[in-house]
């Protein structure tokens, strides 16, 4: 069993390169093993995500990769706390360059959807689509209404002092 997940690990593994100049096309699903960076921020367990990966090439008529990536993940509402599903569907372009020099004189950082990647003989796709879905997280994500409001976030105003008098009227009906 153990070889499976390495045959697995190879077929996303791909010379950039070639798979890009080819017009190659790879399509799967994608696991929580498969993206590892992205399951430790799961509030659950992590579904797959469907991935879909095809050689292109850009309109500067470089070779790229054309990266579509969707599924959902449980992260943590930053307003209340509670498990929030984002439904994530990242799609981007790529254009492949030779070094790391060459990806940041290519002047694609202005723009939306192409970007520069630094491509490679062994180039890892799902690190590739793991990034795509990092970055389609929100910072910091919350429920466009969150339920159970309490009164302050109900816009109802509250004296923060209204706790205290609880506890006096409490206290004093011991005595």
Do not use: Y
């Not at 890009?20 to 399951?39: K, M, T």
């Not at 449980?74 to 360059?97: A, D, I, N, Y």
């Not at 302050?152 to 009906?173: D, H, I, Y």
């Amino acid at each position: 069993m153990a070889n499976a997940g390495a045959v697995k690990r190879g077929v996303w593994t791909v010379d950039a390169f070639q798979f890009a100049q080819s017009g190659g096309v790879l399509q799967g699903q994608l696991d929580g093993d498969d993206l590892p960076r992205l399951a430790e921020l799961s509030v659950g367990e992590l579904g797959s995500f469907e991935a879909r990966i095809a050689g292109v090439q850009s309109p500067r008529g470089k070779v790229g990769l054309d990266v579509r990536v969707s599924g959902a993940i449980s992260v943590q509402c930053q307003r209340c706390l509670k498990p929030l599903v984002l439904k994530l569907e990242p799609h981007g372009g790529f254009e492949l360059e030779r070094n790391e020099a060459q990806a940041d004189a290519s002047g694609l950082d202005e723009d939306e959807f192409w970007h520069s990647v630094v491509g490679a003989e062994r180039f890892d796709l799902r690190l590739l689509c793991e990034d795509e879905l990092l970055l389609a997280i929100p910072f910091a994500p919350m429920h466009e209404v969150c339920e159970g409001a309490g009164p302050a976030e109900a816009g109802e105003r509250v004296s923060p002092f209204a706790a205290l008098a609880q506890l006096k009227k409490g206290s004093g009906s011991q005595n």
